[in-house]
């Protein structure tokens, strides 16, 4: 005798299956996001409790009705449209969408929807998975006020120094310029004060420049991006702080093991980012018996990271949550803008800078960018 024929047998099978289709409506019932069963011509067969509670109508109201009741005015032909191409293209191309959703009380909310679909006794039927987006949207406008916020403190923090450096760095380049000729009108000019010269003038153009430069970010917001070297980059930095480090018996040492190094990088930014931090450490290190600065690199999820660790003294306790706010020091000449630049500059690379306790002592700044490979595909 088979099992379909022993009614006992029978009866347990039927209490599984509603056991099972049970549990399945208490899971439907307990997810966040609006479930939607339609049929080919677009019309309800079936909705969760999130469906209801998301916009407002009771179930005996949706089903049996066009999906179009759930779409603004506006938009009920592309929701047709939608179904159609769905039925078209087999789905290709189609999920994942994000569309305008109505309430029964008219108001809109920006939604996630994703299809997918399945067959019952030769009929067709579409599952809307709904995802309410009104709560992440305002998270991102308030990110978005926050960093604009930081943006106009820091467009007018550069405007101001720029203003007032770009007076002295014209001043000194007259200087130099007077000086070359003067050494120029010697009978014996001294070669090497000549050359000294031409470098002092060198630094103070790049000063100007980078001042020039970071105004110009300030105001346009977007750095000017060209696929790069970020090895190059940190190789740049160092030959600038060579000579300041030697001044200070400061050793550098470089371990850029990254085994990919090309980012979307604005060079005069990205170099005056990784200069802060190793002016930082090198000054922090001025009464440390050893004194060395280690730039690191490494490839961490498709980001490049980049640690400048020194064996200073280490992160002051009290000054450690405000390091990358504007005008936050703990030195008596510092202007506490350093980190607070770097910082911007880094983020404008959708990258991130933090810093911590370097394991060996001392402290260690580190920060991330996104490999360009993968920024440009939109990986
Ligand atoms: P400034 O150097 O003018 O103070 P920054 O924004 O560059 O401005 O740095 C802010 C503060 O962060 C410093 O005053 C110091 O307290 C701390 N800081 C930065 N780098 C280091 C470091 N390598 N070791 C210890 N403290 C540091």
Known sequence: MSGDDNPSERRRADEALRESEARMRAVINGVADAIVTLNEDGIIQSVNLATTRMFGYGADELVGRNVNVLAPESRRSL?????????????????????????????????????????????????????DLSERRQFEACLDRLHKGRLDLMTNMTTALAHEINQPLAAALNYLSAARQILGAEAVPNRFAAESLEKAAAQVLRAANIISHLREFMVRGEPNKVERSLHA????????????????????????????????????????????????????????????????TSLDEGMVRTDVSDT????????????????????????????????SIIEAHYGTIWADDNPGGGARFSFTMPLARLESSGD
């Open 312 to 343: 200073g003294p280490g992160l002051n306790p009290s000054a450690r949550s405000g390091l990358f706010v504007p005008f936050a020091s703990t030195k008596p000449k510092g202007l506490g803008v350093g980190l607070s630049i770097s910082r």
């Open 233 to 296: 980059l940190i190789r740049g930095a160092c030959d600038l702080m060579q000579a300041p480090a030697k001044e200070a018996g400061v050793a550098i040492v470089l371990l850029l093991n990254a085994a990919e190094d090309q980012v979307l990088a604005d060079q005069v930014q990205v170099e005056q980012a990784i200069l802060n931090l190793m002016r930082n450490a090198i000054e922090a290190m001025s009464e440390a018996r050893e004194r060395e600065l280690t730039i690191a």
């Open 79 to 131: 929701y047709d449209g939608y179904i159609r191409r769905y039925l078209h293209t087999g789905g290709a191309g189609v999920s994942n969408r994000e569309v305008e959703a109505r309430r029964k009380d008219g108001s809109t909310f920006p939604a996630e929807l994703t299809v997918s679909e399945i067959r019952r006794d030769q009929q067709r039927l579409f599952i809307g998975f709904v995802r």
